[in-house]
């Protein structure tokens, strides 16, 4: 069964640093690869996915992350953190082919933006 | 522009009582979940659905039903609700195309308190 670690429930930034956020994997075959972000009361968006081609992904609202299959990691970063990037973030898999889109999810990283 | 909905977005039960959630979509996707939000275990998936009338367990099913008679309309029923039930529960929908996963849309939620 797949599973998602994400390394520090708490991630605290001051605003205009760098933000990163760990994500890692555990699959013999890469899977499908999300980052989600969750506002206070409200449901997850998507922010980014990586399905195939360039390790590279860009998303919404500035964010980016990189998947390296080396590492089986998949680490969310922006350059400059914006106090409206104060959020929860999930990190979620799901398996290539034959699964009906079931998606596992990681426990999440709460980001406060300091002023 | 929400293509998914959930209700009722509060709710409070007694122990014992049986308790439906519904999720309605209004995209045509294919692919219907459920999940579970609790602090520290990110999201679980309780049950998904394929299509009208197909529907599977995920990993937390226990004291769960579904139903799917509609493509739009995805139930889920607490048969008899239990505080360890007491969470906020996510629908989500997804249309997987040919090689790919492309993620899930999901609703707002549904804050369930058993009492």
């Known amino acids: 069964a797949q599973s998602v670690t994400q390394l520090g429930s708490h991630v605290s930034v001051s605003e205009g640093a760098l933000v990163l956020l760990r994500c890692n994997y555990s699959?013999?075959?890469?899977?499908?690869l999300f980052w989600y972000v969750q506002y206070p009361n409200q449901g997850l968006q998507l922010l980014l996915k990586?399905?195939?081609?360039?390790?590279l992904v860009k998303g919404i609202n500035g964010f980016e992350a990189e998947f390296k299959k080396s590492e089986t990691s998949f680490h969310l970063t922006k350059p400059s953190a914006h106090m409206s990037d104060a959020a929860e973030y999930f990190c979620?898999?799901?398996?290539?082919?034959?699964?009906?889109?079931?998606?596992?999810f990681g426990d999440g990283t709460t980001l406060t933006v300091k002023p | 522009d929400a293509g998914i909905t959930q209700s009722p977005r509060h709710k409070v039960t007694e122990t014992g009582t049986p308790v439906t959630l519904r999720c309605h979509q209004t995209?045509?996707?294919?692919?219907m979940y459920w999940y579970r939000q609790d602090p520290g275990h990110g999201l679980r998936l309780i049950h998904y659905?394929?299509?009208?009338?197909?529907?599977d367990k995920g990993e937390v099913s226990d004291g769960y039903s579904v139903s799917r008679s509609k493509t739009e309309d995805f139930l889920l029923t607490l048969e008899s609700a239990t505080s360890s039930q007491t969470s906020v529960y996510f629908c989500?929908?997804?249309?997987?195309?040919?090689?790919?996963?492309?993620?899930?849309?999901f609703g707002s939620g549904t804050r369930l308190t058993v009492v």
């Open positions: 989500a929908i997804s249309d997987l195309v040919q090689g790919g996963d492309y993620g899930y849309t």
């Open positions: 699959s013999s075959v890469p899977p499908y």
């Open positions: 990586y399905t195939t081609g360039a390790t």
């Open positions: 979620a898999v799901s398996d290539r082919g034959g699964n009906a889109g079931k998606s596992t």
């Open positions: 995209e045509n996707h294919r692919y």
């Open positions: 659905s394929y299509g009208v009338k197909d529907t």
